[in-house]
């Protein structure tokens, strides 16, 4: 089969590879009928997360059509069409029955690796560095996909699959990062970083019952997107100090929830064996933490400031102090995407919502190399690239 | 977490045994100090304690592995002069301790989750027989005994009088409240002997014994809570092409 492949720093490849088989009783096959590029992906694209090996299979978006079962897999059929999480869940350790299922303990064969670093390991993720598990991932012809019988969500005959690939990672965490805000009436919801997930939290935060939602990013084509959900207010960064103009927008009282969708786009690991690489990426953490340190500074008192932005290392200068004085919540984490998948796939079946309003770039498995290129550079305004594999 | 100690009691290691542990403790300690690493630091300290129990002719004597003290000898799983090394590793599982003691109770199941040892067979009495896994292909055997055991709470083991490799463990299983499952505690004892110096110990000290103790329970938790060892052995990549 067909499958983008991590070749190296600022490389991938379109690779030949074998066709993925059942390895554990609880696996399944599903071909792949749409993909996309996240812009996580682009970390791993960039050298910034350890532990990637040549040769690795790229993609945790992904859907498509089930064609084998493990045997212990009852519960879905070959032909069902789903979407897949990018989390994997075991279904039966406590964190899975809690609805944590990022945080699962069972599906990370390297948990060692990430523990070295955190202390703790949670679920294994396709196509996202040995120390997240080493699954081959789905920007390919087909995937292997552990745990079939919890993992996948079965989509509806006649839900095309634009409006519900989203499900497996995005819309998910757009929607976990305005929900933990637990948004009362007459809120206000500042959201910095116009990216999917940011659009996705934006929209998630009017669905919550957000008074007013305020867009933060520097981008125009983005900034343009986000102005066009509900009423949503913009604010460039590069042409206005944000503090100072959010005050000014909310009567002196700074935004009640703050939700930081930008991250720090960097990931540690195994001290010891990487430290160099980690050096690299703390240079960016220090340079994308003031988004973070101004959502603290910027929230009102006993507000919320919400995290769906991923951070992995070190902090530094991390303004304790006013998170401490304003009594501020801080809500962050990996995304439980199979709490969420099945009510968000309600409401787009109830056309609250279409997801497939953010994708500017729709091709084939065979443009990968270019398009990763393209969505790394912000060039054609692409904010989302979607392809087809078969 | 490394939990590897050495412990002390009286005077009672003989004189050519006193003369090996001066010879090997100084081997491993001079090996893992060049090792500049963390297992390299807990050889190193081990080695130290060896020359230190040689010259001193100090000795464990009988010793309390888990939860019990020497007033609860009911509970006592113990180690015959435990001059070894001593790990102590938990995990939680999400299943009842009735479930968990069963699986471990058949003897045969351990080889299972345990990647270093290649088979275990029960036999009458209480008794079974060990294969380990040794370095370069080697293959470390020895009898073990149960000596001490309380249906669903514990099971304690040990290597019997003569066995290659002297060692002995435990395992103890606590129900957790709140529908956490159950903490599963393990607790082992190696004591490297003259005779499989060259086989047993690189294996068994070698590597960090802690981190050995501790992926084997996380395979059990992995086998016990989903039936299969979560894996990418054998999945699809482009280094194959």
């Known amino acids: 089969m067909k499958a983008v492949c991590w070749w190296g720093k600022g490389e991938v490849r379109v690779v030949e590879v074998p066709d993925p088989k059942i390895i554990n009783p609880h ?63 075991c279904g039966r350790c406590w964190f899975c ?85 637990d948004i009362q009436p007459g809120d206000v919801v500042a959201v910095w970083g116009c990216g999917p997930v940011g659009l996705f939290a934006i929209a998630s935060a009017w669905m919550l019952g957000a008074e007013r939602v305020i867009a933060i990013d520097r981008f125009p084509e983005r900034l343009r997107l986000a102005q066009s959900i509900k009423k949503t207010e913009i604010l460039n960064y590069s042409e206005e100090e944000v503090f100072d103009e959010l005050k000014d927008l909310t009567g002196g009282r700074g935004p009640d929830h703050c939700i930081d969708a930008v991250g720090m786009e960097a990931h540690g690991t195994h001290i010891d064996a990487v430290l160099d690489r980690v050096k690299q990426a703390m240079k960016l953490q220090f340079d ?15 507000g919320t ?26 809500k962050m984490g990996q995304t439980n995407v199979h709490k969420y998948a099945p009510q968000l796939l309600e409401r787009i079946e109830r056309g609250e919502i279409d997801p497939s309003f953010i994708i500017t770039h729709r091709t084939t498995l065979d443009d990968a190399p270019e398009m990763y290129r393209t969505f790394r550079d912000k060039q054609e305004d692409c904010i989302k690239v979607v392809m087809r594999p078969q | 977490m490394e939990h590897a100690r050495i412990t002390h009691a009286e005077k009672n290691v003989n004189d050519p045994e006193r003369w090996i542990s001066v010879v090997f403790g100084s081997a491993l300690a001079a090996y893992g100090l060049k090792m500049r690493s963390l297992p390299g630091i807990v050889l190193s300290a081990v080695g130290g304690s060896l020359v230190w129990r040689g010259a001193t002719g100090h000795c464990p004597v009988y010793e309390s592995l888990g939860i019990s003290s020497a007033e609860d000898a009911g509970r006592n799983v113990s180690v015959p002069y435990g001059h070894g090394v001593r790990v102590e590793k938990a995990v939680t599982i999400n299943a009842t301790p009735e479930r968990i003691y069963s699986f471990w109770r058949n003897f045969e199941n351990l080889p299972k989750f345990m990647h270093n040892l290649e088979s275990v067979e029960v036999k009458d009495g209480g008794r079974s027989h060990w294969v380990a896994r040794g370095p370069a292909g080697t293959k470390v055997d020895w009898e ?62 070698g590597e960090d014994p802690a981190a050995n103790v501790q992926e084997d329970l996380r395979r059990l938790k992995m086998l016990i809570e989903t039936g299969e060892l979560a894996t990418i052995d054998g999945q699809s990549s482009g280094r194959k092409s």
Request: include cysteine.
């Open chain 1, 288 to 302: 994308r933490a003031s988004v973070l340190r101004q959502a603290i500074h910027s929230c009102r008192k006993g």
């Open chain 1, 97 to 181: 029955q809690n609805q944590m299922t990022s945080c699962c303990d069972n599906t990370n064969p390297n948990a060692w690796m990430i523990e070295a670093l955190t202390g703790y390991s949670g679920a294994g993720i396709y196509g996202y560095s040995h120390m997240y598990g080493g699954y081959a991932g789905g920007q390919a012809q087909y995937v292997r996909v552990p745990f079939a019988d919890v993992n996948p969500l079965k989509i509806p005959v006649g839900v095309p699959d634009e409006k519900v690939l989203f499900l497996t990672d995005i819309f998910p965490t757009g929607y976990q990062a305005a929900e933990q805000c």
């Open chain 2, 144 to 205: 073990a005994e149960i000596i001490n055991e309380i249906p669903n709470e514990l099971i304690g083991w040990r290597s019997i009088e003569g066995s290659r490799i002297d060692n002995a463990g435990s395992v103890h299983f606590t129900a957790v409240p709140g529908g956490r499952g159950t903490e599963v505690k393990v607790v082992l004892r190696y004591d490297p002997p003259a005779g499989v110096v060259g086989a047993a110990i690189s294996k068994i000290l």
């Open chain 1, 27 to 89: 696996d399944a096959i599903v071909r792949i009928s749409l993909t996309a590029i996240c812009g996580s992906d682009l970390h791993l694209y960039d050298g910034y997360v350890p532990t990637m090996m040549r040769g690795d299979v790229l993609g945790h978006e992904f859907m498509g059509e089930v064609v084998e079962l493990g045997s212990e897999v009852k519960n879905i059929r070959l032909g069902d069409r789903v979407i897949v999480p990018f989390p994997i869940a």
């Open chain 1, 305 to 330: 400031v919400s995290i769906p932005g991923v951070y992995a290392g070190f902090i530094d200068k991390f303004p304790f102090g006013t998170a401490f004085g304003k009594g501020l919540t801080l």
